[in-house]
């Protein structure tokens, strides 16, 4: 084990392989920090922090022991059953549940935010409770996970067979999104129109993911790029808003 640890660092393109996973995994844990900030930004503030940690790490095991059954991961791309010519796998399966879930989950919150003060969305016991647990939102968190999950160790088996690669660059994007989380929170948490935006590329994401499990390939390029423009409009707004509230303040 030793040696094969030795072969692997002094190996030029395990090192390449474990740069573009990092990447990758990096990239792909966008889509689960925008989801868990919209998520842990509705808990009382004192339990905020505690609830992106706990959900974070708790990913963090999931995707280990996920990783530790990477044999039986593989055969999810297996067929089971075909409609209409179309060949469905257990992977199929787990992005369009997973993709439902985020359409059904951004629609909800748009709705919430565009409609605040319907009787589903009072601040009754029962529903505050519901949407303060900490319990909920980490079980939510781990769900959409599970998902982003599967489909980066496929992707990551198509680029190295190494299991030690695999491990570190899961935990150096695992760290990167702790480090990230909290910030990106508080931005979102200050700039409530962000909070629309982002449920908007929720909608995307899981578009995407069914599109995917249906066989559409979408090349996550675009995807990224839609996501990337629209941030960048979105800061614009943002830096002409405090501009002109600024001259106005200083009238």
Do not use: C
Request: net charge neutral.
């Amino acid at each position: 084990m030793t040696e094969y640890l030795l072969a692997l660092l002094a190996s030029p393109e395990a090192w390449v392989a474990l740069a573009t996973l990092v990447v990758m995994e990096v990239v792909l844990g966008i889509d689960n920090l925008i989801f868990i900030a919209i998520l842990t930004n509705k808990l009382p503030e004192a339990r905020r922090a505690f609830a992106r940690r706990l959900g974070i790490g708790a990913a963090l095991v999931l995707r280990l022991l996920l990783l530790a059954t990477v044999a039986w991961i593989v055969q999810l791309t297996a067929p089971l059953f075909s409609i209409f010519g179309q060949p469905f796998s257990w992977r199929d399966l787990i992005l369009i549940a997973g993709g439902g879930f985020l359409l059904a989950k951004a629609t909800i919150e748009i709705h919430h935010h565009i409609d605040p003060e319907t009787p589903e969305h009072s601040e009754s016991a029962g529903s505050k409770a519901a949407i303060s647990g900490v319990g909920a939102a980490v079980a939510q968190i781990l769900m959409l996970d599970l998902v982003f999950s599967v489909d980066s160790i496929i992707t990551a088996v198509g680029m190295t067979p190494h299991i030690p690669i695999m491990v570190v660059a899961v935990v150096a994007a695992v760290m990167v999104m702790l480090l990230a989380a909290n910030p990106l929170a508080a931005f979102i948490q200050r700039n409530p129109t962000v909070v629309m935006l982002a449920l908007g590329f929720l909608l995307l994401i899981g578009t995407t993911l069914i599109a995917e499990g249906m066989g559409a390939h979408v090349p996550k390029g675009y995807v990224y790029a839609a996501m990337a423009f629209s941030a960048l409009v979105e800061g614009l707004n943002i830096m002409a808003r405090r501009r002109r509230e600024a001259l106005r303040a200083a009238r």
